[in-house]
């Protein structure tokens, strides 16, 4: 990381005011917001309903295992790096992390399996070997993301689309004019099988749609840009695991001074005539000056807005993908297994059309994540410690007990023939995560673990603002609100709604001024 001066650490001093502000929600995003409208001179109280902090970003440990309950890969450290900056603080002296060599091994049976190299060159010369598919091809894809990521993060990442300052200028209307020439009108799968020959290349490149719950037949081609991110600007994993990064900002917003109100379930906004005036806490109302919610979007809707304010529930076709996860503690260790591993479904297609239909897929894509082979301590001598996920429905009331028994039954089927041993022998502990679980620990309304879809070119125009267009002083952020989901958009989440907030009171205190000076 490049040093940062002692000018930048310092936070911006001249614009600090004072003002009362309750952020609902101790995750990624709201630890974000806390830090940031605390170092803006707010007093911040967070409200968090479990007993620790880090929303989605949690693990578990269990028999000498340690595993990581939400997020495996860490990107664009640049985010975390501005918060801490911009906090006077050095996130070198709160976290350490590493870049990735090798993002993720997919397989596909008989011990067969492509390396997805982060240098770009070798994963070109590595699917030239194992796909037969054009290196310069490759190349051309890559500047082609590059420039697709150049072109459209400035505006749907960092700034609002909903905010009028920030979409409508000039540059701006250039890059929304650009969009149906770069994939926004062709579905992801369309886009990149425009680009390559192969079409396990295709599905390989298709996959990052899955990261904010959408589905690579029908998100826009735009999601493309994913891929820049992970092997143009790379991938990380944090020393300590993924863990490490709630831990540095729970480090970050304690010496801020902000207050941390655990096992503290937030029971409605308090609204008087379209303004927030507070929040209520075990029957009592509690005031403050503006309200930063940071949790699910759709979990507010239903339960956080009295009855003359409630907001529309979230449809379930509008709602992404969930997901069931087995968490096992292996003895043994697999020497053909990666930090991040991928076993593509044999009916890829026919999957997102059953998890779009809500219903189950007769056969899932494996994902098995193995924070072991990089973090020793999360696994005895001898012994790994295995996330394995597969995408499902939200949650719409079905069986889930014997849904995770058959689909149990079927994932160690399949590992066991693609790693020639009886995985269930091998297991010495073991959890189950299904919609129902995320739902009860996450708030993520429905299981729904990446909130709204991104399934239409209209999606990022259809999230949910970052401030509500009709309630004054109540702000949104977290993955399920624009820009998305994931760590470092979230983050861009909390900075959006946070320095839509507090020019909001700079405006206010402004009025006040010229009208005391009348």
């Known amino acids: 990381m490049p040093p940062i001066s002692e000018k930048s650490r310092r936070p911006h001093r001249h614009r600090k005011i004072q003002a009362r502000v309750a952020v609902v929600g101790g995750g990624i995003a709201g630890m974000a917001s806390a830090a940031r409208l605390a170092a803006s001179g707010c007093q911040v109280v967070l409200f968090e309903a479990n007993d620790t902090l880090g929303g989605k970003l949690s693990d578990r440990h269990s028999a000498g295992f340690r595993f990581d ?12 790096e501005e918060l801490f900056s911009d906090c006077g603080k050095d996130l070198r002296d709160y976290l350490q992390y590493d870049k990735l060599d090798l993002i993720t091994r997919y397989h596909y049976g008989k011990g067969t399996y492509v390396d997805a190299w982060a240098d770009q060159e070798k994963l070109g010369i590595e699917l030239y070997d194992k796909f037969n598919e054009d290196p310069e091809k490759v190349r051309k894809y890559f500047k082609k993301v590059q420039w697709l990521y150049n072109l459209t993060a400035p505006v749907f990442l960092r700034k609002s689309i909903h905010r009028r300052s920030d979409l409508w200028s000039f540059s701006n209307f250039f890059k929304l004019f650009a969009l149906p020439f770069v994939g926004a009108f062709q579905s992801l799968y369309e886009f990149n099988r425009s680009a390559f020959d192969r079409e396990r290349t295709t599905q390989l490149f298709s996959r990052v749609a899955t990261y904010n719950g959408s589905d690579p037949y029908k998100a826009p081609g735009t999601l493309a840009l994913i891929n820049h991110v992970e092997y143009g600007l790379g991938a990380y ?9 709630r831990d540095a900002l729970k480090k970050l917003i304690e010496e ?8 503290t379930k937030v029971e409605r906004f308090h609204v008087f005539q379209n303004r927030i005036l507070g929040v209520k806490v075990d029957g009592e ?23 003359d304010l409630l907001e529309p529930k979230m449809k379930a076709k509008d709602l992404g993908m969930s997901a069931m996860v087995f968490q096992w503690g292996i003895k043994g260790s697999f020497p053909q297994l990666d930090l991040h591993n991928l076993f593509f479904s044999r009916k890829y297609r026919k999957e997102f059309e059953a998890v779009g239909s809500k219903q189950v897929p007769q056969e899932s894509t494996i994902y098995l994540y193995v924070s072991s082979k990089l973090n020793k301590s999360d696994a005895p001598d001898g012994h790994e410690n295995w996330f394995v996920m597969v995408n499902m429905p939200c949650d719409q009331k079905q069986d889930w007990e014997k849904i995770s028994q058959i689909t149990r039954s079927s994932i160690l089927a399949r ?22 679980t995320f739902e009860k620990t996450t708030r993520s309304y429905a299981g729904a673990l990446y909130g709204p879809h991104s399934n239409s070119v209209f999606s990022a125009f259809r999230r949910y603002p970052n401030k509500h267009p009709r ?6 952020c977290s993955g399920s609100v624009h820009p998305g989901g994931g760590i470092p958009i979230c983050l861009h989440s909390a900075q959006i709604a946070t320095r839509w907030l507090m020019d909001g009171l700079h405006k206010s205190k402004g009025k006040h001024r010229s009208h005391s000076s009348e």
Request: negative net charge.
């Open 69 to 80: 309950c939400g997020p495996s890969l860490f990107t664009l450290p640049e985010t975390l």
């Open 237 to 245: 994993y944090p020393r300590g695991g993924m863990i490490a990064i």
């Open 256 to 263: 801020l001074g902000v207050e941390v109100r655990l096992g």
């Open 285 to 307: 109302r509690i005031p403050f000056d503006r309200v930063v919610s940071a949790v699910d979007i759709a979990y507010a809707k239903e339960y956080l807005f009295s009855r």
């Open 415 to 436: 590992l066991s023939s693609e790693l020639e041993v009886n995985v269930e022998d091998l297991i010495v502990d073991e959890n189950v995560m299904t919609p129902i």
């Open 471 to 476: 309630i004054h002083g109540l702000y949104f």
